[in-house]
């Protein structure tokens, strides 16, 4: 059976935050009232096995971009294994479906998580979201099952725009061998404003952009009527 391992800060690190008063980390993203935000320390898994089926998992925030009206975002069950599921399926072509993590932010980042597109006539499978600033303004690749593609974005004042690929320009992302009905790894490497993009443990491209430069939240997403699963979400401070 899977476990679930979070490991966030120590306690030397919230000694050392509240005894010098240090304000949120630069970021556009406003903070809980009254509750610091602090950048992640040490790796951070989820697998999510302990939280509860149909329902959002605890300390994520649901956000939609673009048309539509809401977005669902829960735990189900999938050949006996918990894995956290974009179900809502009723969504127009421009609307973006995130998830993301509460308690804490980061600039730099490695994440990776297995997704798998389970259903979507207008798009299926989905990817990982870093400096999420707010609903309209952060990054985002992801692989698409019918498209068999991977595109990293950036999504700006609501809009999303794809991004040169590093050495090839303008080529809306890399096309990949075929993603199938089954599970993915997808994988991206943050270093200030270098992104390398992961497939299955190979690299396949990267990207250069200076758009967000400050901390933000992490997350996941899909697009319009894709249903995915998503499970192994791992985030580690970049190295």
Same mark, same amino acid.
């Given at each position: 059976?899977?476990?679930?391992?979070?490991?966030?800060?120590?306690?030397?690190?919230?000694?050392?935050?509240?005894?010098?008063?240090?304000?949120?980390?630069?970021? @556009?993203?406003?903070?809980?009232?009254?509750?610091?935000?602090?950048?992640?320390?040490?790796?951070?898994?989820? @697998?999510?096995?302990?939280?509860?089926?149909?329902? @959002?998992?605890?300390?994520?925030?649901?956000?939609?971009?673009?048309?539509?009206?809401?977005?669902?975002?829960?735990?189900?069950?999938?050949?006996?294994?918990?894995?956290?599921?974009?179900? @809502?399926?009723?969504?127009?072509?421009?609307?973006?479906?995130?998830?993301?993590?509460?308690?804490?932010?980061?600039?730099?980042?490695?994440?990776?998580?297995?997704?798998?597109?389970?259903?979507?006539?207008?798009?299926?499978?989905?990817?990982?979201?870093?400096?999420?600033?707010?609903?309209?303004?952060?990054?985002?690749?992801?692989?698409?099952?019918?498209?068999?593609?991977?595109?990293?974005?950036?999504?700006?004042?609501?809009?999303?725009?794809?991004?040169?690929?590093?050495?090839?320009?303008?080529?809306?992302?890399?096309?990949?061998?075929?993603?199938?009905?089954?599970?993915?790894?997808?994988?991206?490497?943050?270093?200030?404003?270098?992104?390398?993009?992961?497939?299955?443990?190979?690299?396949?491209?990267?990207?250069?952009?200076?758009?967000?430069?400050?901390?933000?939240?992490?997350?996941?997403?899909?697009?319009?009527?894709?249903?995915?699963?998503?499970?192994?979400?791992?985030?580690?401070?970049?190295?």
């Amino acid at each position: 059976m899977k476990t679930l391992k979070i490991i966030l800060w120590t306690f030397a690190a919230w000694a050392i935050l509240i005894a010098c008063g240090e304000a949120t980390p630069e970021s @556009s993203f406003p903070a809980p009232q009254n509750k610091i935000i602090p950048v992640l320390q040490q790796d951070t898994i989820f @697998s999510f096995e302990t939280y509860e089926r149909g329902k @959002s998992p605890l300390h994520w925030t649901q956000y939609y971009t673009g048309r539509g009206e809401y977005t669902e975002w829960k735990i189900v069950e999938d050949a006996g294994n918990n894995v956290l599921a974009q179900w @809502s399926q009723d969504q127009p072509n421009y609307h973006f479906n995130e998830i993301v993590w509460d308690e804490f932010v980061l600039q730099d980042v490695d994440m990776q998580v297995r997704l798998k597109g389970v259903k979507g006539k207008k798009d299926q499978g989905g990817g990982l979201v870093w400096r999420f600033l707010d609903a309209n303004n952060y990054y985002v690749v992801r692989a698409n099952p019918l498209e068999n593609n991977v595109v990293l974005y950036k999504v700006q004042d609501g809009i999303r725009s794809d991004l040169p690929v590093l050495g090839k320009g303008k080529t809306y992302g890399v096309d990949v061998p075929e993603l199938g009905s089954g599970w993915n790894t997808l994988r991206v490497q943050v270093k200030d404003d270098l992104f390398t993009v992961y497939l299955n443990d190979k690299e396949i491209f990267q990207v250069r952009d200076k758009t967000f430069r400050k901390a933000g939240k992490t997350g996941l997403w899909t697009k319009a009527d894709a249903v995915t699963y998503f499970d192994d979400f791992s985030i580690k401070p970049a190295k």
